[in-house]
Nanobody, 124 residues
Framework: QVQLEESGGGLVQAGGSLRLSCEAS????????MGWFRQGPGKEREFGAG????????RYADSVKGRFTISRDNAKNTMYLQMNNLRPEDTAIYYC?????????????????WGQGTQVTVSS
């Protein structure tokens, strides 16, 4: 059973930056593609970014491309999301997720394990 724990959320002004972390335990992290999803107030959960098991493949939603960077450290069983130039519309609960595949998909049902989420609030 894989367990995922996010950290690094908080309150930031528009234009600011945050770095989220997702620490995995209980599974084979280095064999799993990982993803970040988010759910804003009154919105559906949406894909933000994904990274392949070896870290060489990444994909981003258009809404975050050029501002967010996903990365991972397999030695530390940890994935990161560097978020720059944050906007009020980035306000959401951010979830990390792990797949039973090495390639990151863009859909929630591509992922099997989920963290509890961390709140990111961007003020204008």
């Amino acid at each position: 059973q894989v367990q995922l724990e996010e950290s690094g959320g908080g309150l930031v002004q528009a234009g600011g930056s945050l770095r989220l972390s997702c620490e995995a335990s209980g599974g084979t992290f280095r064999s799993s593609a990982m993803g970040w999803f988010r759910q804003g107030p009154g919105k559906e959960r949406e894909f933000g970014a994904g990274i392949g098991a070896n870290g060489f493949i990444s994909r981003y939603a258009d809404s975050v491309k050029g501002r967010f960077t996903i990365s991972r450290d397999n030695a530390k069983n940890t994935m990161y999301l560097q978020m720059n130039n944050l906007r009020p519309e980035d306000t959401a609960i951010y979830y990390c997720a792990a797949a039973n595949d090495v390639i990151p998909g863009p859909a929630a049902n591509d992922y099997v394990y989920w963290g509890q989420g961390t709140q990111v609030t961007v003020s204008s």
